[in-house]
T-cell receptor, first 115, second 113 residues
Framework: DADVTQTPRNRITKTGKRIMLECSQT?????MYWYRQDPGLGLRLIYY???????NKGEISDGYSVSRQAQAKFSLSLESAIPNQTALYFC??????????????FGPGTRLTVL | QKEVEQDPGPLSVPEGAIVSLNCTYS??????FMWYRQYSRKGPELLMY????GNKEDGRFTAQVDKSSKYISLFIRDSQPSDSATYLC?????????????FGKGTLLTVNP
């Protein structure tokens, strides 16, 4: 089984709908991240969490919210989806012990299309 | 000036060629340098990391860092069709901000049989 899983893998929705993307990990890592990837813009950090009680905004958090339900689960919500949120979304994890190198392990991604 | 610049390519080479992928950066605080490989429809996976100037070799891959010039490279020897992917450079300052990776936009590489 994959260490970092994301559901759904693909989602098409309409403008104004609420969407939740879910991430689970079996790596036992304490840190979790949400990124979006757009052609020509690379990977950009949306939110990150160092533990269940520590959640922080990244560089592009507007229009998004997150929930860290447990050490292994980190969800990203779009409260009212808009077309420019169409992108590839990645969850990642890292281990505080080895974080001197900040090795981040990525999930397979969710392709979200907002019509 | 963006913190990290990476030529997006695309780069197309014949099998067996030596490939050179490069990134430049402007932030002197960056101390840790990584290369990720991303296959189509997959998440990025860590290929190599280094934190000192000089070369680090792993099989057919060599990562090179020149902190004085703020320039990093990834060399692929004897390139294979299976190396076809997007390569992303990433950097962090370490210490208290070591969680924050700054990525290049990625270079799309195609190795033709």
């Amino acid at each position: 089984d994959a260490d970092v899983t994301q559901t759904p893998r693909n989602r098409i929705t309409k403008t104004g709908k609420r969407i939740m993307l879910e991430c689970s990990q079996t790596k036992g890592h304490d840190r979790m991240y949400w990124y979006r990837q757009d052609p020509g813009l690379g990977l950009r950090l949306i939110y990150y969490s160092f533990d269940v009680k520590d959640i922080n905004k990244g560089e592009i958090s507007d229009g998004y919210s997150v929930s860290r339900q447990a050490q292994a689960k980190f969800s990203l919500s779009l409260e009212s989806a808009i077309p420019n949120q169409t992108a590839l979304y990645f969850c990642a994890t890292s281990d505080f012990i080895s974080s001197v190198t900040d090795t981040q392990y990525f999930g397979p991604g969710t392709r979200l299309t907002v019509l | 000036q963006k913190e990290v610049e990476q030529d997006p390519g695309p780069l197309s080479v014949p099998e067996g060629a030596i490939v050179s992928l490069n990134c430049t950066y402007s932030n002197s605080a960056f101390q840790y340098f990584m290369w990720y490989r991303q296959y189509s429809r997959k998440g990025p996976e860590l290929l190599m990391y280094t934190y000192s100037s000089g070369n680090k070799e792993d099989g057919r891959f060599t990562a090179q860092v020149d902190k004085s010039s703020k320039y990093i490279s990834l060399f692929i020897r004897d390139s294979q069709p299976s190396d076809s992917a997007t390569y992303l450079c990433a950097m962090s300052a370490g210490g208290g901000s070591n969680y924050k990776l700054t990525f290049g936009k990625g270079t799309l590489l195609t190795v033709n049989p």
